[in-house]
């Protein structure tokens, strides 16, 4: 059809990914190709919330402020982090700033 290849990482559980150590990882790696150079990657789906992990609704049980009850989340500071990651990765990519000195690790 003559469409460029691109990909959308999905960094959720739909993804793969059962932990929120799990997202951190792949988001970690889409750092790791668009930083390499890859324009592939074209988007990051990361599952976050404010607080990380999942919980259950249990009735009678009072939930968690900030944590989510649909799927386990990255909470708020690492987001934040991989989301600045992917920025300073595509700012690479576009030869806007020299290479980073390494990826986080997961």
Do not use: H
């Not at 929120?20 to 150079?37: F, K, L, Y």
Request: hydrophobic share 45%; with cysteine; charged share 20%.
């Amino acid at each position: 059809m003559g469409l460029p290849s691109r990909v959308l990482v999905d960094c959720t559980s739909l993804g793969g990914c059962q932990t929120p150590a799990q997202m951190a990882g792949a988001a970690a790696a889409a750092v790791a190709r668009v930083t390499g150079g890859s324009n592939r990657v074209c988007g990051v789906l990361l599952g976050s919330f404010l607080l990380e992990g999942r919980q259950e609704l249990t009735p009678g049980k009072a939930l968690v402020r900030g944590m989510s009850v649909a799927e386990p989340c990255m909470d708020w500071s690492t987001t934040e982090a991989a989301i600045e990651e992917l920025a300073a990765a595509v700012r690479v990519r576009r030869g806007e700033m020299p290479p980073l000195k390494k990826a986080r690790a997961a």
